[in-house]
């Protein structure tokens, strides 16, 4: 069974520039949920999506936004990029809630703002 | 304000002895933990979990601990192997959401 796929991997955008990263999760699974990785922080919960709902959402600006589209795909958008969202960004999907069902990891899309 | 914190970036320990790894949280309202690990380049995957009704769980050479009044939890790994060196993430659940500590980088030394 093919895990969780980020696309990019890796991304350069320059300050004030938008950006969309894609996330498509393991094949059945409805729930997923984006995560910002950054040193000292840790992962940091962006949104969660359960059949195209957001159903939960991190402290997180109005800049930071997601969508998930009926084959459970995601997608997160960037807009107005700050220095500061260099960050690995994470997603991953589960059959449904915890603690019944893991949530599976993608390998995550390295984004650099300069 | 970090709910949940690992006060150890990293820890060194030699092959075949104990590894522990510390975690504290803040949030009462936690009911669900666990513990992540991950290599560079991956995503992080999903080692052992606790329920707050319980104290202790073991899988294999994973035990992890939870002491509710001190809102603190531990992973103990025996024996530690080289392949044990990684990142590792303590994880606390109230509902669907989890918040996740810095990480620990444990490195095991032949």
């Known amino acids: 069974k093919a895990g969780v796929t980020q696309t990019p991997r890796y991304l350069i955008k320059t300050r004030g520039q938008q950006v969309t990263l894609s996330c498509s999760p393991i094949s059945g699974h409805r729930s997923v949920s984006w995560y910002q990785q950054t040193p000292g922080q840790g992962l940091q919960f962006l949104f969660e999506y359960f059949s195209e709902t957001q159903r939960n959402k991190g402290n997180f600006p109005g800049r930071f936004s997601g969508r998930q589209f009926s084959n459970s795909r995601s997608e997160m958008n960037v807009s107005t990029l700050e220095l500061g969202d260099s960050a690995l960004y994470l997603c991953a999907s589960s059959l449904g809630d915890l603690p019944t069902y893991e949530q599976y990891f993608g390998p995550g899309t390295r984004l650099t703002v300069t | 304000d970090q709910q949940v914190k690992q006060n150890s970036p990293s820890l060194s320990v030699q092959e075949g002895r104990i590894s522990i790894l510390n975690c504290d949280y803040t949030n009462s309202m936690f009911d669900y933990f666990l513990w992540y690990k991950k290599y560079p380049a991956e995503g992080p995957t999903f080692l052992i979990s606790?329920?707050?009704?319980?104290d202790k769980n073991e899988d294999g050479r994973f035990t992890v601990f939870l002491n509710k009044s001190a809102k603190h939890l531990s992973l103990h790994i025996v024996p530690s192997q080289p392949g044990d060196s990684a990142v590792y993430f303590c994880?606390?659940?109230?509902?669907?959401?989890?918040?996740f500590g810095g990480g620990t980088r444990l490195m095991v030394k032949p």
């Open positions: 994880a606390a659940s109230a509902g669907n959401m989890l918040t």
């Open positions: 606790i329920s707050s009704i319980k």
